[in-house]
């Protein structure tokens, strides 16, 4: 359950993905560890495999690059760079073909938050990312 900020905030809130990213923010917020996991998981699910080696499937409602961006961006706030800059070129990938110039905004988020973090570089996807883009976290010591 989420914290009452947090449900009377997002009782309205119909997009599934923001819905879940709100829950992931808050609770780290809070320090509800446990809804934190379960947000993360349910992102991660939505987001799909971190696979390479294939074109990314349709994605219609923007499910699966909305759950690679804010994913990126949470981890982001924690500091876990390297975490970010994975979740942040899948959210990029789900753009193939966009350009970054899309008819929604939410296209050119992930490409502005790696230009303003300089992580654009010669790096291929590789198979170390894919072990560490689903592994948890080390544990954050409490505020």
């Not at 942040?88 to 939410?106: E, F, H, V």
């Amino acid at each position: 359950e989420t914290t009452g900020l947090a449900a009377e905030t997002m009782s309205g809130e119909t997009r599934k993905v923001m819905r879940i990213a709100r829950d992931l923010f808050s609770s780290s917020v809070a320090g509800d560890r446990a809804l934190e996991a379960l947000s993360r998981a349910k992102l991660r699910s939505i987001a799909g495999p971190y696979d390479t080696d294939s074109p990314p499937s349709p994605d219609r409602k923007m499910w699966r690059l909305n759950s690679w961006y804010y994913l990126g961006l949470h981890y982001d706030a924690l500091g876990e760079d390297e975490e970010s800059k994975r979740c942040m070129k899948m959210a990029l990938r789900q753009c193939a073909g966009s350009g970054g110039n899309g008819a929604d905004i939410i296209r050119t988020l992930p490409m502005l938050h790696m230009a303003r973090r300089d992580w654009f570089d010669d790096d291929e996807f590789d198979a170390e990312g894919e072990a560490g883009a689903g592994a948890t976290p080390p544990e954050r010591s409490a505020p």
